[in-house]
């Protein structure tokens, strides 16, 4: 069963921009946090942003100034605007929702940032 469905990656040039989102299911309640994580090839997994239901934010440094991370409670959804993209930016990037002591995550979507 998918909880979390995310969409908006793909390929784009440095310096362009996207928006990731994640819609999660209704299924899942009483969500404290969301955020986005990624996963460069052959490396960590590290936090890139989360924002908690009190719209609390917190962003890894290397992304403060261009990405803005947002949810909207009325659809379940949580997004992650991608502005100034660099190559260093290229990964694999998942949802992550924490409700009711479960962590989720989503499938993943592969973001390519060209130079």
């Known amino acids: 069963q998918v909880q979390l469905v995310e969409s908006g990656g793909g390929l784009v040039q440095a310096g362009g921009s996207l928006t990731l989102s994640c819609e999660a299911s209704r299924s899942i309640y009483s969500i404290e946090r969301m955020g986005w994580y990624r996963q460069a090839l052959g490396k960590q997994r590290v936090l890139v942003a989360d924002?908690?239901?009190?719209?609390?934010?917190n962003y890894a440094d290397s992304v403060k100034g261009r990405f803005t991370i947002s949810r909207d409670d009325a659809k379940n959804t949580v997004y992650l605007q991608m502005n100034n993209l660099k190559p260093d930016d290229t990964a694999v990037y998942y949802c992550?929702?924490?409700?009711?002591?479960?962590?989720?995550w989503g499938q993943g979507t592969q973001v390519t940032v060209s130079s």
């Open positions: 924002i908690t239901s009190g719209g609390i934010t």
């Open positions: 992550n929702v924490y409700a009711s002591f479960w962590d989720y």
